[in-house]
């Protein structure tokens, strides 16, 4: 079972990450929508490719 503080260190970016590209979705029409959408994306890849080199580590 995953431990209760590796479970959010990997929930916390994704969720925010899903809620920037929801928004900058919503406001694709100006450049802080496109901003936010960019940096969401960014916060979800980054933590899967974190998490994918992690367990090569192991």
């Given at each position: 079972m995953?431990?209760?503080?590796?479970?959010?260190s990997m929930l916390i970016p994704i969720l925010t990450g899903m809620i920037?590209?929801?928004?900058?979705?919503n406001f694709r029409d100006k450049?802080?929508?496109?901003?936010?959408?960019?940096?969401?994306?960014l916060l979800i890849?980054?933590?899967?490719?974190?998490?994918?080199l992690a367990k090569l580590a192991d």
């Open positions: 995953i431990p209760m503080s590796a479970f959010h920037l590209l929801a928004v900058g979705f450049n802080l929508g496109v901003f936010g959408m960019w940096v969401g994306m890849l980054g933590t899967v490719i974190y998490k994918i």
